[in-house]
């Protein structure tokens, strides 16, 4: 169901409505002060699939995961390579 947004005439509170488009109300009455709320034309809910999220991200954002996973002992990549030690050496 689409989403409705009115704005007080008076003290320019939001009020929100959600119902089908065949019930949407015209005016509606503001819920902080009961004056009369015109519809204002808002954006509407886009569902976005994990693909644009991840291409909506800021592109600051991998440097500053590269950054961060620097500082860290995991991210080097010899870690478990220095803890092995050769057959040869077991007895
Ligand atoms: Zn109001």
């Known amino acids: 169901m689409p989403?409705?947004?009115y704005r007080c005439r008076s003290c320019a509170a939001l009020s929100?409505?959600?119902?089908?488009v065949a019930d949407k109300p015209k005016t509606?009455?503001?819920?902080?002060?009961?004056r009369r709320a015109v519809a204002i034309i808002s954006g509407g809910a886009?569902?976005?699939s994990n693909?644009?999220?991840?291409a909506r991200l800021d592109p600051k954002y991998d440097k500053m995961?590269?950054?961060?996973?620097k500082?860290?002992?995991h991210a080097e990549p010899d870690r478990l390579l220095?803890?092995?030690?050769?057959?040869?050496?077991d007895k």
Request: one cysteine or more.
């Open 51 to 54: 693909a644009s999220k991840v």
């Open 71 to 73: 500082s860290t002992q």
């Open 28 to 34: 509606v009455r503001c819920e902080r002060c009961g």
């Open 65 to 69: 995961v590269d950054a961060a996973m």
């Open 16 to 20: 929100v409505r959600v119902c089908k």
């Open 46 to 48: 886009v569902r976005l």
């Open 3 to 5: 989403t409705y947004e």
């Open 82 to 89: 220095k803890k092995m030690k050769p057959f040869s050496s």
